[in-house]
């Protein structure tokens, strides 16, 4: 049988079973904070339910993400170079040209900028 059928097969019975033996095994009991809208036993307040929140933190979390992602490609690459000739090497080169043109767009655009973070040090 090949391998990659048998982990077709095998990964979805394994976890039904895991799944399975879960709701059997585990113990259920909850208490009335647990199953309260607000897990932490705090009723909300209302008109108070958030806070204000500043999305340059979103968007600098997300693009950080993208780009710490990035660089975990490195290490196949470096890792398998020799054995993917010119060929390898030359695609791995237009994908980082790709993103490093994406990222210098960004930095054009506004999403991150660099003499905000240097303001807010003062």
Partial sequence: MNNLLMFFIFV???????LALNLFLAPHNPDEAKISPY??????????????????????CLLFIIFDLEILLLFPIGVTLYEVSIYG???AIIFFLILT????LE??????????????KN
């Fill in 107 to 120: 930095i054009g655009s506004g999403a991150i900028s660099l003499t905000n973070l240097n303001n807010n």
């Fill in 12 to 18: 979805p019975i394994l976890a039904l079973l895991l």
């Fill in 39 to 60: 897990e932490s036993g705090f009723l909300a307040i209302t008109d108070q339910t958030r806070s204000t929140f500043q999305i340059h933190f979103y968007v600098v």
């Fill in 101 to 104: 043109i994406g990222f210098i």
């Fill in 89 to 91: 090497f030359s695609i």
